[in-house]
């Protein structure tokens, strides 16, 4: 299995060290997206499904939600990689997390549908990380006006997942 150094400090975003920092410094990262992968799709389908499309209180994301929106948040990561991983310099502009869900529409997909796309999209992204050498990893763009290296980009997506499953633990179970 492919060993990904943890990113240094300059190579994110100050604020993304509260994903980031949820993983051990022992590059296996690849063997964390799976296992989190695993681990989320267990711990998903633990929960009843009326409290899947049921928000915690008002105004707040329900679970299918947030399993989206860690998914398009994988993807959204997962290409700006691949970007800064081919060398690509140009700018990449930010998305709005809060306008992506309504639009979403999770509440109304079946658990198992939402948690077949995360598998599809946490393969590919594996598959992705596996490919890079490390000259592809540690290269650096900007995204959301910060920069990030194409390893920390790896780190991101499965510290923003352990980040939401932490949340749902703290406000469903």
């Known amino acids: 299995m492919k060993l990904i150094a943890k990113p240094s400090e300059g190579e994110f975003a100050p604020y993304t060290s509260m994903y980031i920092d949820l993983l051990p410094d022992d590059l296996q990262i690849i063997k964390h997206l799976q296992e989190n992968l695993i681990n989320t799709t267990q711990f998903a389908r633990s929960f009843p499904e009326e409290k899947l499309g049921t928000p915690h209180k008002k105004g707040e994301w329900t679970i299918k939600e947030i399993l989206v929106h860690i998914i398009d948040d994988e993807r959204i990561y997962c290409y700006r990689a691949l970007r800064f991983a081919r060398n690509d310099s140009t700018i990449l502009p930010g998305f709005e997390q809060d306008d992506y869900v309504p639009f979403s529409r999770a509440n109304s997909r079946e ?15 594996i598959a992705f990380f596996n490919s ?31 980040h939401h499953v932490n949340s749902i633990k703290e406000n469903y179970s």
């Open 132 to 162: 890079l050498d490390h000259e592809s990893l540690t290269r650096k763009g900007v995204g959301s006006g910060n920069s990030m290296s194409v390893r920390a980009a790896a780190y991101h997506i499965a510290g923003h997942e352990l």
């Open 111 to 125: 658990l198992e549908d939402i948690l077949e796309e995360f598998s599809a999209v946490r393969m590919a992204t």
